[in-house]
């Protein structure tokens, strides 16, 4: 059992901040990589930024300059500070972690969401 907990979301003015926290725990044997996605209503789920074990980042195009992914790999921790924050980036967002359970066998875990709201 793999289990993704998150914290951090809620109500932000745009052009504020928030960062969000997801901690990994569980039956883990290796992380590949942390990251984030975002669902809005009817929209579907598109990746915001993922970092690997070695600490390389990737970035959707929408938040680059904006928001900064960053890892601690001792507590199996990753986090999102989102900055310059705009109604656009409202979404419920998730923490995806791709890690191995045992030397051979590897899936995707998903947190359950947090709420964003930028709004005046």
């Known amino acids: 059992q793999v289990q993704l907990v998150e914290s951090g979301g809620g109500l932000v003015q745009p052009g504020g901040s928030l960062r969000l926290s997801c901690a990994a725990s569980?039956?883990?044997?290796?992380?590949?990589?942390m990251g984030w996605y975002r669902q809005a209503p009817g929209e579907q789920r598109e990746l915001v930024a993922t970092?690997?074990?070695?600490?390389?980042?990737m970035y959707a195009d929408s938040v680059k300059g904006r928001f900064a992914i960053s890892r601690d790999n001792a507590k199996n921790t990753v986090y999102l500070q989102m900055n310059s924050l705009k109604p656009e980036d409202t979404a419920v967002y998730y923490c995806?972690?791709?890690?191995?359970?045992?030397?051979?066998?590897?899936?995707?875990?998903w947190g359950q969401g947090t709420q964003v709201t930028v709004s005046s």
């Open positions: 995806n972690s791709r890690l191995y359970t045992d030397p051979k066998d590897w899936d995707d875990y």
């Open positions: 569980g039956s883990i044997f290796r992380i590949i990589a």
């Open positions: 970092v690997t074990s070695g600490g390389s980042t």
